[in-house]
Nanobody, 125 residues
Framework: QVQLVESGGGLAQAGGSVRLSCAAS????????VGWFRQAPGKEREFVAA????????YYADSVKGRFTISRDNARNTVDLQMNSLKPEDTAVYYC??????????????????WGQGTQVTVSS
């Protein structure tokens, strides 16, 4: 079992920044890829970014590329998502997930075996 807890959400203005953190406990976290997803009201959960087990490879949705940065610290069992140049359309509940497998599946919700409870990010215009 891996337990995930997101933190750092809140209210930001368009053009501002927010940093989210995903803290893990339980089984060896360093063996898992971690992804950030988001879900806006009435919409499906969508891929935002992912990082492989070592932190050496990162992946981003086109909508956030160049604005968001994912990073991990296996010594601290955390994965952060730095979100800059925020837009109102970034408003959503953000979730982190952990899973094992091939990187071609990192964008898929079904890849992840464990999820946090989510943290709300609201961007005002």
């Amino acid at each position: 079992q891996v337990q995930l807890v997101e933190s750092g959400g809140g209210l930001a203005q368009a053009g501002g920044s927010v940093r989210l953190s995903c803290a893990a406990s339980g089984r060896t976290f360093s063996g898992y890829a971690v992804g950030w997803f988001r879900q806006a009201p009435g919409k499906e959960r969508e891929f935002v970014a992912a990082v492989n087990w070592s932190g050496g490879k990162t992946y981003y949705a086109d909508s956030v590329k160049g604005r968001f940065t994912i990073s991990r610290d296996n010594a601290r069992n955390t994965v952060d998502l730095q979100m800059n140049s925020l837009k109102p359309e970034d408003t959503a509940v953000y979730y982190c997930g952990a899973g094992m497998g091939y990187s071609r599946s990192y964008h898929s919700v079904s890849f992840y075996n464990y999820w946090g409870q989510g943290t709300q990010v609201t961007v005002s215009s």
